[in-house]
């Protein structure tokens, strides 16, 4: 009962959060939850690690001689379940760059489990840090204080989620960049021929909040083949957290959804929507013992404005999956001939 009461608080609560893109995204989110959100920790009970890397809008040729504009992408991540604590520990590492922006994040990730209906909750906390770059932009006017010339910054930030997992089942709620760090930049000051004759730090990025919402569930069809819907709701939320215009914008809002067959948990392939993007289709093969590795690769076929964007993103994802642990202690043998 409790589990069916869950499900709709979830759904309610992401109603009012639901991703402009500043942050980078995945196509296989549904094996990526340690990425998206802090409670997910663990909660599966067994260690996961996983590396993902990105090439989004491939050859994007409209940045007009610059660095270019495609979204390069590497990420790699670990979840450790801690029974002594019923808990977990993660970590999330990320380098992503655009143009003549490069950022890096580290994030390590705690989360407590609380059996609830036929699965558990996990309640997550992040801490992270961020290192910020910028390269040399084009200018109008030379010594607009506002345009960054090779300046970095570094943050902590912190983050916050919900992730509910049964065996058919599940859902997550998180936010990040609770604090909304500014990153200061320095900019150049330039004579009347263009030359840099200084520097100063005047320039601004600000680390917008950022909210997820994702689920999942599983479908026995037959004995060998489960399918999976899968959907991920996203926005970016600038402004205070009291400020109305910090949820009535629209275009802060973006979701995708899909679905995936998965065969003897060992083959997969599926399809994915992402809104006024792209649709993609995903592949992957499981191996070794119970299928502990896994390779996957997913193409996104940008259907939507492809002359600010191009024609296809590619991602590929390995990961390795370790057995669930057993008990911490072996139960007692007991036999006739010690009865006394």
């Known amino acids: 009962m409790k589990g069916n009461v869950l499900v709709p608080l979830l759904l309610l609560a992401a109603a009012g959060t639901a991703s402009a893109q500043q942050q980078p995204q995945f196509t296989h989110y549904g094996f990526n939850g340690m990425y998206l959100n802090p409670a997910y920790a663990g909660i599966k009970g067994q260690t996961e690690v996983t590396l993902i890397g990105r090439y989004q809008y491939l050859n994007l040729s409209n940045t007009q001689g610059d660095a270019t504009g495609s979204p390069r992408t590497g ?46 909750l996990g309640i997550g906390i992040q801490g992270t840090y961020t290192y910020l770059s910028k390269g040399s932009y084009k200018y109008i006017d030379a010594n607009d204080p506002y345009v960054p010339e090779n300046g970095s910054d570094r943050k902590f930030d912190a983050g916050a989620g919900l992730w509910y997992e049964s065996p058919k089942f599940y859902a997550g709620l998180s936010a990040n960049n609770l604090f909304r760090s500014t990153y200061t930049l320095q900019s150049a000051r330039r004579d009347a021929n263009g030359n840099i004759i200084g520097y100063q730090n005047t320039s601004r990025s600000l680390g917008e909040n950022h909210a997820y919402f994702t689920a999942g569930y599983n479908i026995e ?41 998965t065969f003897n948990d060992q083959f997969w392939a599926g399809v994915n ?16 013992a119970d299928n502990r590795y896994r390779i996957g690769y997913a193409f996104d076929f940008i259907a939507f404005n492809q002359a600010a964007r191009a024609f296809s993103s590619h991602e590929i994802m390995l990961s390795l999956r370790l057995p669930k642990a057993g008990p911490i202690t072996r139960p007692a043998i007991r036999t006739p001939r010690y009865s006394f």
């Open 273 to 288: 929507y992402r809104y006024q993007e792209s649709f993609a289709g995903l592949l992957g093969y499981g191996f070794g």
């Open 75 to 120: 990420m790699a991540s670990v979840s450790i379940p801690i029974r002594a604590l019923s808990g977990g520990l993660g970590a999330v590492v990320y380098y992503d760059r655009i143009a003549e922006s490069k950022v890096t994040n580290a994030a390590l990730s705690y989360s407590q489990h609380i059996n609830l209906g036929n699965g558990r």
């Open 221 to 261: 069809a037959s004995s060998s083949v489960t399918v999976t819907p899968t959907v991920l709701i996203k926005s970016v939320l600038p402004g205070n957290y009291d400020a109305v215009s910090k949820y009535d914008n629209e275009k802060n809002y973006s979701f995708e959804g899909g679905v995936r067959a």
